[in-house]
Each structure stands twice: as C-alpha cells, then as structure tokens.
C-alpha cells in the first residue's frame, strides 16, 4: 500500500491509474466523512492532499526560486509532497513512535502504512 501510494504522488505521468485512486477515495473518504465525526482541520488536511494543494517547499520554490526546495524538518531531501507528510527522516521517528502508541493502547499490532495513518483509510 505504501508503495502505492508513493507512486500515485510521485509519478504524474500514469493519470488514468491515478484517476481511478482518487474516485476510489473519494468514494471511502464520503463514506467514512457521514460515518464519523471529522474536525474542520482534518476535513482540511485531507482535501490538501487529495487535491496536491499543500504548499510544499518544492512547490514554493517553482514559484519563488528564492526559496529553498529542501524539507524544513532535515535539510537534505527535497521537501516533496511525500517526503513533507510521510518519508523524511524525522518524521518517520513521529509516525514510528504514534504507531507504538496505538499498538499499546488498542493492544493489536498497526501497520506503519500512510494511507491509513496520512489519509484514514481502512486497511
């Protein structure tokens, strides 16, 4: 699933393949909207992403060559739209550490797997 959604984010090319994902959540993300209760900012959050909107430093950088397009938390890789959310370095020790969390809380092991953890998406 990670790889999947790596690639849908990173390859623009494949656009009926990517097509397809979106109406797909589009479809779970309604569904799961009318079953629970989402705040303003999650609601936000998740159409950012599902809608490539969230001003990445890459992004700032096409359009302001001033800027860095390096990620402001590591320094090192450019700060893409999947890097920002899920790869860079420091914020896999986040999601490592929220996922070691959940496990102790809900005691069942959770899979370290962006599209459940970034977008809400039922394994």
């Known amino acids: 699933m990670a790889r999947l959604y790596y690639h849908f984010y990173s390859n623009s090319s494949n656009m009926a393949c990517r097509n397809v994902i979106f109406f797909r959540y589009l479809q ?17 959050s998740h159409f950012k992403i599902l809608h490539r909107t969230h001003i990445t430093p890459a ?3 096409k ?9 402001s ?8 739209l999947i890097h920002c959310f899920w790869s860079c370095v420091k914020l896999q020790r986040y ?3 929220i996922v070691k969390e959940l496990c102790v809380i809900f005691g069942v092991p959770i899979e370290l797997n962006p599209m ?3 977008l809400g998406l039922p394994d």
């Open 28 to 44: 779970i993300r309604h569904f799961i909207s009318k079953s629970t209760t989402l705040t303003t900012n999650n609601t936000t």
């Open 59 to 61: 992004l700032k950088n």
């Open 63 to 71: 359009m302001d060559t001033n800027a860095s397009p390096l990620c």
């Open 73 to 80: 938390k590591c320094n090192s890789e450019t700060g893409n």
């Open 95 to 97: 999601w490592s550490g």
């Open 116 to 118: 459940c953890l970034l």
